[in-house]
């Protein structure tokens, strides 16, 4: 099969420990890490103006690697390259190949298989390859292109949303999409309506109950509006002369296919519904599975591979499987032909299904081996792929409509019935019997809660005749209200991406997670809702770029992909004409080119616009650096003559920035930018410069600084203020920002509004330790009061201390108490945010030096925390402490009473919404808005 000298590259250590083991000690298997190549992170990395050609450099954790790789490479005659059988794992072996050949001499051999099990490993080794490069192409057609987005448009996010903020081509679509359906759950309105359900028995058999929901109103659709007709309606069919019979019989035989085995995405959704696995933790697990598992002696993978959007499966897999359903469940569980399953329009690639990779391991077998996630999962793929190759289930639909009408209901007026007088009902009962169950004697697509309505109705009907007379038993009446849309978990919006064709199956877990780490969505318990930055992201992106950031946009960008991996697209012609659209995007609302790729021809052109004695305007002293125009100039003249192929794409959009600045004085470089197409970018410059001109001549009134603010200043001059803290990369440096402000006052005398209301806060923090605060802040107008602190949320705020004496004494005897601890628990870490009692404890005790008060929120949690070191406190030491809390209840209201029952109606307060409804609830269900 190998040489003796033969290397294999794969991408991860467990896949590297699991083919080392099946191969034994005739080949070298190492691990790549992923990709040991990228573009730079502090540049663009791509010359738009040379066919979009990336600059790749090695990551960091990629250096080791590489160095490790190429000493094995130098000792071997055949180096296989291994990695994952999809675009990325194309490039990645590509990349690699690019970095070894240089030091060996060994031929390269690229490998793909879709199960790591000896007979796929073998398999491969026996029919290689070599590298496909329209794979290549497409991965690197994607790279570039999230580049140049995320590159151009997240600097404009920094600018006007928040900083550390970021746009991508497909995340910011999926934020899109969540949002809007946020958006339409906020503006939906609940329309009332209500249901009719009653018991009949027939004469011909009393003892039978038929449970029915009224379905018709003279032969359409019931609809009823409101309390009023559904009491009227419910009076008329319990009235005299009315006459209930069997109008209808029907039972309609089905045929219920299984579903195919799992592709990516569906496998997030099932996990997602049967598992409450997020994205990211399935395929997480999944990847464990496929890479290989240790089974007491033997190591192998236990399913395929898990990024695909195929169905197919290959005919050896689907004949082991029929063997095993045959013996296991019986003859008839198994079809008569092998069930067949069409992938969809955008399937990627040739590969299979996601299965198991020999199902005689059944869940139960391989249990002992697994954790109890990874059983979970891997029972999941098992019964998913083994239901697809069964049987189909046969069922029947069985139905019975009781028609009433007569009595009352002949003169009854309804207008939800028509117009006119009369009024004829059915009530239908409906059931679906399994007669042969087939696959879902395995799999049962109710589990996941992907089932239809009849699903939920499963069991006989009793046998009537029709034409029978019945008894109306019971008549109940259920008020009811349409429901908003569902928000998004994340398997309903990876299967939303994936119908609207937005991604690929590589992409759907890292796509949430990535709008989950940024802070856009949060979940709450398994939804996906936007926080307020991800509202204001995405009002930002969409008002701006609307075609850019479109679904429909996005979607055919991923086809056109596609198209570059078959090779009926170049990838280059795709970029450029992309490029394209998305200059005059930026340009359209005078956004600034971030990065711009001058050629040689425009570099030479533009520098010899500055001649040496060109008057250029004096030096500039910034924050961090002087900005000197002439000596920019003149380093950039020295780099055209001796390295012109460094020019970097931040000097091409600093020079064309310089050109802006000096173009109204000299207008031949206007006409000169226009020769040479850098108009468009110009235009943008000079906009932006003239909109900041327009906001420093409106700025922010400076106010003359009065004699108590000065007093305040001073006052805070002896401050000992706190250490500074960095957050999100900001440095937060309480003292050097007021002695700024303190440096302003004195030397100009004035203060914005801005600047004051800064100062404001910033005194509020330390009211504690000023002097006479009280005194100063009234004779400035401030509110003093704890309510006002800058750093307390609404909530917060609204629960702030009123008696401070009275929380003084509580906050002593919790100093007292934390004080007494002698040993406090280890941090602890959920997630990415840790846990610590003793910091957190702390931190309070500063507030309470630092403001003076705190919260009640604040104390409790302080009590809560406390509370579980009771075994170091004295007995009944925190009983006394607890806070009086005041909730705001579901008050009745006794001057309004239920119509139905006659009970008080009382407000209730249930997700975000008010609402009267009836005190007699569960007996009664009335509500009413208001």
Not at 483 to 498: D, I, M, N, T, Y
Not at 654 to 679: I, N, Q, T
Not at 875 to 891: I, M
């Amino acid at each position: 099969m190998t040489t003796k000298n033969t290397l294999m590259i794969v991408e991860s250590p467990a896949k590297a420990r699991t083919v080392g083991k099946l191969l034994g000690k005739g080949t070298t298997v190492l691990a790549s890490m992923g990709h040991v190549r990228d573009l730079p992170t502090k540049e663009l990395g791509v010359d738009v103006a040379h066919d979009f050609h990336p600059t790749y450099v090695v990551t960091p954790k990629g250096m080791k690697v590489v160095r490790e790789l190429k000493e094995a490479a130098r000792k071997a005659d055949q180096i296989y390259l291994a990695t994952d059988p999809d675009r990325e794992g194309e490039a990645i072996a590509w990349h690699l190949q690019s970095l070894l050949q240089g030091a060996t001499k060994a031929d390269f051999h690229r490998i793909a298989y879709h199960e790591i099990t000896r007979s796929a490993i073998e398999a491969a080794f026996r029919s290689p390859g070599q590298v496909e490069l329209p794979l290549v192409d497409a991965q690197q057609a994607r790279r570039v292109l999230d580049r140049l987005v995320g590159y151009q448009v997240s600097p404009m996010l920094w600018k006007n949303v928040e900083k550390d903020t970021s746009a991508g081509r497909v995340q910011s679509v999926a934020l899109r999409l969540i949002v809007e359906r946020e958006r339409e759950i906020q503006a939906f309105q609940p329309v009332e309506y209500w249901n009719l359900e009653a018991i009949f028995s027939p004469a011909s058999a009393p003892a039978v109950r038929l449970k029915t929901t009224l379905s018709k109103l003279n032969g359409k659709k019931a609809n009823v509006p409101d309390g009023e007709s559904a009491l009227a309606l419910a009076q008329a069919l319990e009235g005299e002369g009315v006459v209930h019979q069997v109008s209808s019989i029907t039972s309609k035989r089905r045929t219920q296919r299984p579903a195919p085995p799992f592709t990516t995405s569906t496998l997030q959704q099932a996990a997602g519904s049967a598992l409450h696995f997020g994205s990211s933790t399935t395929m997480s697990i999944a990847q464990q599975l496929y890479e290989g598992v240790d089974l007491g002696g033997t190591t192998s993978g236990l399913i395929t591979y898990m990024r695909t959007d195929s169905v197919h499966v290959a005919s050896e897999a689907q004949q082991a499987a029929l063997g095993f359903i045959r013996r296991t469940y019986g003859e008839e569980y198994a079809p008569s032909t092998p069930n067949r399953y069409s992938s969809g329009k955008n399937a990627q690639e040739a590969h299979e299904a996601i299965r198991p990779t020999n199902v005689e391991r059944t869940p139960e077998e391989v249990a002992p081996y697994l954790d109890d996630r990874q059983r979970k999962l891997y029972r999941l793929i098992w019964n998913r792929f083994v239901a697809s190759q069964m049987a189909s289930a046969l069922q029947v639909d069985h139905a019975i409509e009781i028609q009433s009408r007569g009595g009352a209901l002949e003169t009854l007026s309804l207008p939800c019935a028509g117009t006119g007088r009369g009024v004829e009902c059915i009530f239908r009962a409906a059931a679906r019997e399994t007669l042969f169950p087939g696959y879902q004697k395995v799999y049962n697509m109710k589990d996941l809660g992907q089932e239809d309505e009849m699903d939920n109705l499963m069991g006989s009907l009793p046998a009537l005749t029709q034409g029978d007379a019945c008894r109306l038993r019971e008549l109940k009446k259920e008020q009811c209200f349409t429901q908003p849309p569902k928000r998004f978990s994340e398997g309903a919006l990876v299967k939303a991406l994936e119908a609207n064709g937005v991604g690929r199956p590589s992409t759907f877990a890292s796509t949430v997670q990535t709008i989950l780490d940024r802070h856009y969505v949060e979940k709450q318990q398994s939804a996906l809702v936007p926080t307020d930055l991800g509202f204001r992201v995405n009002d930002y992106l969409v008002g701006r770029f609307p075609e850019l950031f479109n679904v429909d946009f996005t979607a055919r960008m991923e086809q056109e992909l596609d198209q570059v991996e078959e090779g009926q697209v170049n990838w280059v012609s795709m970029l450029r004409e992309f490029y394209g659209k998305f200059q005059g995007w930026l340009a359209s609302g005078g956004a600034l080119p971030q990065t711009l790729a001058l050629s040689q021809e425009q570099w030479k052109a533009l520098l010899e616009a500055f001649p040496e004695d060109f008057p250029f305007d004096p030096p500039v002293a910034g924050a961090r650096r002087t900005y000197d125009d002439g000596k920019f100039t003149k380093s950039l003249r020295n780099l055209l003559a001796k390295s012109p192929e460094k020019f970097t794409e931040r000097q091409g959009s600093a020079m064309v920035a310089m050109v802006a600045r000096y173009a109204e004085r000299h207008p031949e470089l206007k006409a000169l930018a226009e020769s040479l197409g850098l108009g468009e970018a110009l235009a943008a410059y000079q906009r932006d410069r003239a909109s900041k001109a327009e906001r420093r001549q409106n700025g922010p009134e400076k106010l003359a600084v009065e004699p108590a603010l000065m007093a305040l200043l001073k006052a805070m001059e002896k401050l000992e203020f706190e250490a500074p803290v960095t957050r999100r990369r900001h440095v937060y440096d309480d003292g050097r920002f007021f002695r700024s402000l303190a440096q302003q006052a004195k030397v100009s005398g004035e203060l914005s509004a801005p600047q004051r209301e800064a100062l404001r806060k910033l005194a509020l923090k330390y009211a504690a330790k000023i002097p006479d605060f009280p005194v100063l802040g009234e004779e400035l107008g401030w509110s003093v009061s704890p309510e006002s602190s800058p750093d307390l949320s609404p909530a917060e705020t609204k629960a702030a201390p009123q008696e401070m004496p009275q929380q003084k004494e509580q906050v002593e005897a919790l100093l007292a108490l934390s004080q007494a601890i002698q040993q406090w628990n280890p941090p602890t870490k959920r997630g990415k945010v840790s846990y610590d009692d003793k910091k957190f404890v702390e931190s309070l005790k500063k507030q309470w030096e630092t403001r003076g008060s705190l919260t009640e929120r604040q104390l409790a949690a302080w009590i809560k925390t406390l509370a579980r070191y009771q075994a170091q406190l004295p007995p009944g030491s925190l009983e006394k402490l607890q806070p009086t809390s005041s909730s705001q209840g579901n008050a009745t209201d006794p001057a309004e009473s239920c119509p139905l029952c006659g009970k008080p109606l009382k407000r209730i307060y249930f997700r975000g919404r008010s609402f009267l409804g009836c005190s007699g609830y569960p007996q009664c269900h009335f509500t009413k808005n208001g």
